[in-house]
């Protein structure tokens, strides 16, 4: 029987949003817009908070072997931008016709 054994702690320490003042919050459309350019925007101010962040903590917080800023990631067709599910890394079962053109059997899909 698998059982989970505790190895040790750290914590992890997540930014407030970028909308977030403390004392009032806005959602990040109503600060940043809509799209592409918008997003590139958000995880760039993102990234900047969170590199201030981790240089606040080393500077000001003592025991702290190691601050780092890691990137999260979710995986998404290139082509479409949906949510990847298959296990597979070239076809994401006909999410878009992009990725049907992947498709590792063509006919698989026929008559959905």
Not at 6 to 26: H, K, N, W
Not at 35 to 58: M, T, V, Y
Request: overall charge negative; some cysteine.
């Amino acid at each position: 029987m698998r059982e989970q054994k505790v190895t040790g702690y750290r914590i992890d320490v997540q930014p407030r949003g970028l909308g977030d003042f403390g004392f009032a919050s806005v959602g990040t459309g109503l600060l940043y817009g809509h799209g592409e350019d918008a997003r590139q925007r958000i995880l760039r101010d993102e990234k900047e908070r969170c590199d201030d962040i981790a240089q606040d903590i080393r500077r000001h917080v003592d025991n702290v072997r190691r601050v780092t800023v890691e990137e999260e990631t979710e995986a998404v067709c290139s082509f479409c931008g949906h949510a990847w599910t298959e296990e597979s890394t070239t076809y994401n079962g006909g999410c878009c016709d992009a990725d049907e053109a992947n498709n590792p059997t063509p006919n698989a899909g026929a008559g959905r």
